[in-house]
């Protein structure tokens, strides 16, 4: 079929058409994409996005906004059920896609300058989101707040520093805060809400604090409250209910952002990583670089933590049993340089004498049995598949571990029987461990070599211990972090 200019262009006519339409038949409460360009309209729209399905104030706390008149729109991942009666005009936002519908763009559907996000059982004051609005646009701050109810809000610190999947809150001084404690309304520019990678994770105030400190914005605290709505208290099954969703979305909201552990202002810590239960963070490791390293991250902390309790749990029955052991490689360059395990390492490395395995009874129950064994606290030993080497895992299900290097004596050298053909494993004399000499290391003492800076140039070249790098230079280098 051929098609004649003049077809064609009464075709875009008429789609064109259909579309203007389209849109003036979907009318601006829609949650359908509207069809103006977003975020150009003066004004500020309330997004309601924590609340419960249960025993939610959601209905009065968008009339309450909806009447001053503002813009309010309730965002959840499905519609609150039983469902919420909301008052005309207030429409709901739906944030998990569904197979039949046209995907959610919760970006498309704020047309305002600025938003705020207005906790469940807010109630509206005339003229403070204006006032909130001013603070931001006249002042340097990206994020503004201000508290719900008589309590004052608490002025927070807050540094994240991804490589250490890490957030630290501290005390802030007032007029200098990154976060604050308390119930609270926080506005910013609807652009840059929607410029953050989880512009609607929830919690929301965690979720923009912790991206906005990420960013270095500004916050500013107005002074003057929202006042709170009289909610009866809620039942016990309802309270522990919303505590137990409340765990489960912070959960999920660190796992997205990937932090493993909170410090909190009062020195407490709440860790997200993994632990006895769970498999380790990072999977097998090739060439000597985990995932993370090439990721610009280094160990995770839950991670660290778990190959100190298992270095210790195992240099304390290695000495119980009369082994004698020794911190070897990285492990050793740790403790020189830091005391410590390295920041970015992977797993914890011994030496010990082979003709001492017999005295400990899990490492000969593993050479006789040829199958791991776990002890009582649930550390699993057993013989390396690669090569004739022990293992002990933190957990059966985590496997985080220090590998134990049988050596044994041959003309005054220290030799063994597998070489993995790192550049750093090779023999040494055994003069290095006589005697053996303690050191501090992952919050205990450990048994290290004498003279452990001639043992660690020996093995690992000249400047070793001033010249931190990665384990595996031909693929990632230090300085390229
Ligand atoms: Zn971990």
Redesign the pocket.
Known sequence: MRVTPCQAALAATITLNLLLLYCAWRGPASPAPPCRPPHGVPGVTVLLRDFEDFENDVAATARSFAALPVPVLVAAEAAPYPPVPLPPGVAFLPLRPIADRPPPHPELHVRTRHVALVPDGTRAVPGLLERMRDALEDGDARLVVAPVGSAPLRCLELRVEPREWTARYGAGAPGRCRAVEGPAVLLLRTRDLFALPFPLAHPAPAAVFIQAALRRWGLRVVPAAFPAAQRPPLSPHARWKAENLAETRRRQLMRDLGI?REVLADGRERWY??GKETP??FGTVHARTPQYLLAGRWT?P??LR?LRETARHVTAALEAAGVRYWLEGGSLLGAVRLGDIIPWDYDVDLGIYREDVKKCRWLAAVAARGEAVEDAEGFLWEKAAEGEFYRVHYSRSNRLHVDLWPFYPRGGVMTKETWLGHPQDVEFPERFLVPRVPVPFAGFTAMAPNDARAFLELKFGPGAVENPEYPNPAVKRLHQD
Request: with cysteine; charged share 20%; hydrophobic share 10%.
């Open positions: 493993k990583g993994c380790r963070c995770p839950c991670c778990a």
